[in-house]
């Protein structure tokens, strides 16, 4: 196993980490075995911070400055213990990443404040994406208020921001169950859950059922509003054509056979 890998959907298998921007959805893991495989870790969680963070821990992963490493960083991590086999990382980390406890306000709004970069919202935000939430209490704040507050962020409202907060509490456990059962679980129909994932996350309910975390879903939120802009890939740079010359390969001029046959008779 590379120190840094990515696990993305379907999450059949790993591949390395490159430094290129990961998908939506990805799971990103970490051998902590070294400080130098943390920091890099970092790196990645910093420019990517949709990636679900798994560490996989080995017995040099109590060295302090690991453990330190560890520590520092951002979002949510999971944990699985060094497989014998690497085949076994991708369902271990799947379970892991299943075992993490649902997010609450405070964490979704700490992701969004950071990402946007208005940290003085994240009290507002953490009281609209998980209302039941009671270490989030907004202090009563009337409706209007945190309306006139939240406009600083886009075009979501308070109503927008509570079902991207369901979404992304029905997405950090996501089953293979049924879409009625899915949509039991967030208290509306099926047609109705299917209307939340294309308007809010721009996405197919399959595509929804078939990834995991919440990271991703508030990442696509925020994309679909016009929150965040999209990073385009980079791209190979492109030849300038020149104009003067063809840069097809000319077939050579056959010598002329009867100008020499001339010559000989003349001579």
């Known amino acids: 196993m590379s120190p840094v890998t990515l696990l993305l959907p379907p999450y059949n298998d790993t ?31 910093r420019q990517a911070p949709w990636c679900l963070p798994c560490v996989v821990t080995t ?10 490493g560890i520590y520092e960083l951002v979002g949510q991590v999971a944990f699985v213990p060094d497989p014998l086999r690497d085949e076994l990382v991708a369902p271990l980390a799947l379970a ?14 700490e992701y969004v404040a950071q990402r946007v970069g208005h940290i003085e919202l ?31 962020l886009g075009p979501l409202t308070v109503r927008c921001w509570r079902t991207i ?27 109705t859950l299917r209307a939340w994932t294309e308007s809010y996350l721009d996405a197919k309910l399959r595509t929804f059922r078939s990834r995991i975390g919440w990271e991703w879903v508030l990442e696509a939120a925020l994309r679909r509003a016009g929150i965040v802009a999209v990073e ?18 000319l077939p050579r001029t056959r010598p002329r056979l009867r100008q020499r046959s001339r010559i000989r008779l003349e001579s």
Do not use: F, K
């Open 15 to 45: 591949e390395p980490w490159l430094g290129d921007s990961p998908p939506l959805g990805s799971i990103a893991l970490c051998r902590a075995d070294l400080a130098g495989n943390v920091r890099r870790y970092a790196e990645l969680l």
């Open 96 to 109: 892991a990443a299943r075992a993490r406890p649902v997010p609450r306000g405070r964490q979704m709004a």
């Open 165 to 191: 907060g369901t979404l992304c509490r029905l997405a950090a456990r996501m089953q293979n169950v049924p879409v009625e059962t899915l949509a039991h679980q967030s208290g509306v129909e099926a047609r």
């Open 232 to 249: 385009a890939p980079a791209r190979p740079p492109i030849a300038v054509a020149d104009t003067r010359w063809s840069r097809v390969e």
């Open 59 to 68: 017995p040099a992963t109590s060295d302090p400055e690991i453990m330190t």
């Open 122 to 152: 994240r009290l507002e935000l953490a009281a609209v994406l998980d209302p039941d939430d009671s270490t989030t209490a907004d202090g009563g704040l009337p409706e209007r208020t945190l309306r006139d507050r939240l406009r600083r």
